[in-house]
């Protein structure tokens, strides 16, 4: 059963999607303009909303957005308030030292964006910062059907501490991490119901931190893809 899951994801990762991102965008509560990239095959298929990382962009996710998007699901890559993108050097102008907690509200404009065209309750899929911010938005949020976190951790301390908020969390969520990280994000997500949670360091070589891991010039991608594509398949 195993070998054959494996195999499937290798073909999965082969192909070549047959369409292209179409850029968006859409406003936050707090009138900050977001722009993305619309990876969009149908408004029966639910969204999986891509969150890059501090420095980042919406560039992050091209070659993931159109592997995910072969599972059956619409991609949302959204460029955030912080980062190195099209958002933030907007944001930037009148707001020249953004607090990465209040990337939070753009996540929220992209779940309300993605879930006015499916009707279906989203994934997050975040990696660093986005995907601590990827769960703490999660808890308690009935528009989120599970969250994929690579490598999350404590960003935002003083304000808050991400494991202490994540007392309570029960949303079905893959958390990924390289083998140097595992002990530090196992104490992370200690309070959260363990039974909801797949904690996935790689079986061989150490990994990598965040969506790095994903990439082919990473150390056991395909350990990574593998567990990514099981985690689908469970949800």
Known sequence: M????????????ALQAVF?????????????TLYAYDYHISDSLPYVILLHSESGSKMEYKDIAYKIAKLGYNCLAIDMRTGNNETSAEYKKT????QPIDAQKDIEAAITFAFKKSQQPVILFGTGFSASLAMLTAKGNDSIKAVIAFSPGEYFLPTLKVEDQLAGYHKKTFVACSQMEYPYIEQLISKA???????????TGQGAH???????????YKEYWLAVYLFFKKI
């Not at 195993?2 to 990762?13: A, C, E, G, H, N």
């Not at 119901?193 to 079986?203: R, V």
């Not at 965040?210 to 056991?220: E, N, R």
Request: proline fraction near 6%; glycine fraction near 6%.
């Open 20 to 32: 292209s991102q179409k850029v968006v965008s859409f406003k936050t509560k707090d009138k900050v």
């Open 95 to 98: 707001h020249p030292d953004p």
């Open 210 to 220: 965040g969506i790095k891991a994903l990439s082919t010039k990473s150390d056991g």
């Open 193 to 203: 119901d363990s039974s909801k949670i797949t904690l996935f360091k790689p079986g």
């Open 2 to 13: 195993v070998k054959r899951f494996y195999l499937t994801i290798v073909l999965l990762l």
